[in-house]
């Protein structure tokens, strides 16, 4: 059915969400070469992962939070956590524990989740295209974010006109830009302002739900 769609379209434009691999599947299906409006897969590997996009973060000097897998932690550096399953798209399967007993035992029995100190600040999403001369930032969005005894519930975002230090976020998106290959269509990106500092959280190399906020 897919592939019959494709065969006549003029473009491919895929949307799916990067959890188990659904988006790259989804590009793999443009065996007609169609021309297609897409991030490349290279960069959907690194950004599908939380992990690797920490750690693409830390190599390029981009301010991120602290991030560890089931083999690798410190549960000492502080008391309140969030496992985020390392593939997730958006917070369907974010858990909050202040037990760091129970946060092991939760880790040693879902081995594909990441963890990351919990820090409660102004969530925001950009929604991003790269162009080879320069990056357009379509919006900032405000996100709509509640803390619950033992999750974290995403509820929308709302378009703003401002956003502070604007101008720190614009050059760490193209820093982003620059160094992460294949990052070339449109993409979201997740951060958090706590205590006037900036933590860069996720990539999303595709349309976003706050994709709306600009079509209004």
């Not at 390392?86 to 594909?112: T, W």
């Not at 320069?134 to 956003?163: A, P, R, V």
């Amino acid at each position: 059915k897919w592939n019959n769609i494709i065969k006549k379209s003029d473009v491919f434009f895929p949307i799916a969400p990067e959890t188990e691999n659904k988006l790259i599947e989804l590009i793999k299906l443009n065996k007609f070469k169609k021309k297609m409006l897409s991030n490349e897969v290279n960069a959907i590997k690194v950004s599908s992962s939380k992990y690797k996009t920490y750690k693409f973060f830390q190599k390029n000097s981009i301010p991120t939070l602290q991030t560890f897998n089931a083999k690798k932690n410190d549960f000492k550096i502080t008391k309140n956590w969030v496992a985020k399953r390392d593939d997730g798209a958006g917070s369907e399967e974010n858990y909050i524990f202040s037990n760091s007993k129970n946060l092991f035992n939760f880790l040693n029995l879902h081995k594909n989740f990441i963890i990351q100190p919990l820090v409660k600040g102004v969530s925001y999403s950009a929604n991003v295209i790269p162009t080879k001369k320069k990056i357009c930032i379509l919006s900032y969005n405000k996100q709509e974010i509640s803390y619950e005894k033992k999750k974290i519930i995403f509820k929308g975002t709302k378009f703003i006109k401002k956003i502070p230090f604007e101008n720190k976020i614009k050059r760490n998106i193209r820093n982003i830009c620059r160094n992460l290959t294949g990052l070339n269509s449109f993409f979201g990106i997740d951060f958090i302002i706590s205590n006037k500092k900036i933590f860069f959280l996720d990539i999303n190399p595709r349309i976003t739900t706050s994709y709306k906020n600009i079509s209004k």
